[in-house]
């Protein structure tokens, strides 16, 4: 089964600490995403890849870095510079960066300790 | 800047009613609308999407208009199920960027 695999659902972070939250697919997808979700807002682009070894800040980037090395990964590190960090995070692909009909991952929820 | 509003209040329909959720825009222009379905604790799925073009487009029960004059957008569910119950958002967009709204809730009961 073609899909995206986020983890862990559940995160926690400690002051100070980098957190680091895992996407993978199996779609052979060019593009994928990173997006925050918080009660009562819109997604949010945290961060794209159109291609590997390649990627771009989206709207809110700061206190976020990414990497891109394989087609399958696009793993996302919440900094301890992200001073807000606790949201619903939601990892997406599609087969080209073209912002249409986005694959979402299930999601990690993150949260300070 | 751009905007998008969805109803925030949930919309609680008797099951084999049609549901009509309505997203709006302004100070935008997308090449296309899409709609999702996020369940709780889930990542959206894909429904639909319509280019700025196209007036109408239907897969099995749903049904989405796009009228760039009133920059406006209709999802339909008809004959809706329990099992319809969900969160929809609309997304707005191009090649450059892509825009979501906050989601209307729609709750069926029996």
């Known amino acids: 089964d073609g899909g995206i695999t986020q983890s862990p659902k559940y995160l926690f972070r400690k002051e100070g600490q980098n957190v680091t939250l895992s996407c993978e697919q199996n779609?052979?997808?060019?593009?994928m995403y990173w997006y925050r979700q918080d009660p009562g807002q819109g997604l949010r682009l945290i961060y794209y890849?159109?291609?590997?070894?390649?990627?771009q800040k989206g709207d809110i980037a700061e206190g976020y870095s990414v990497s891109r090395e394989k087609k399958e990964s696009f793993p996302l590190t919440v900094t301890s510079a992200q001073k807000n960090p606790t949201a619903f995070y939601l990892c997406a692909s599609s087969l080209i960066a073209t912002n249409e009909k986005l694959f979402f991952g299930s999601g990690t929820q993150l949260s300070v300790l | 800047s751009q905007k998008i509003e969805q109803n925030s209040e949930a919309l609680n329909i008797q099951e084999g009613k049609t549901a009509t959720l309505t997203c709006n825009y302004t100070n935008y222009s997308p090449a296309y609308l899409q709609w999702y379905r996020q369940d709780p604790g889930r990542g959206p799925v894909f429904l639909l999407l319509i280019r700025e073009n196209e007036k109408e487009k239907r897969k099995e029960r749903l049904k989405v208009t796009f009228d760039t004059t009133l920059k406006q957008s209709l999802f339909h569910i008809t004959a809706s199920q329990p099992a319809d119950s969900a969160t929809y958002l609309c997304a707005l967009g191009d090649t450059d960027k892509l825009i979501f709204g906050t989601g209307t809730r729609l709750q069926v009961f029996p």
């Open positions: 779609l052979n997808h060019d593009a």
């Open positions: 890849s159109q291609i590997v070894n390649d990627f």
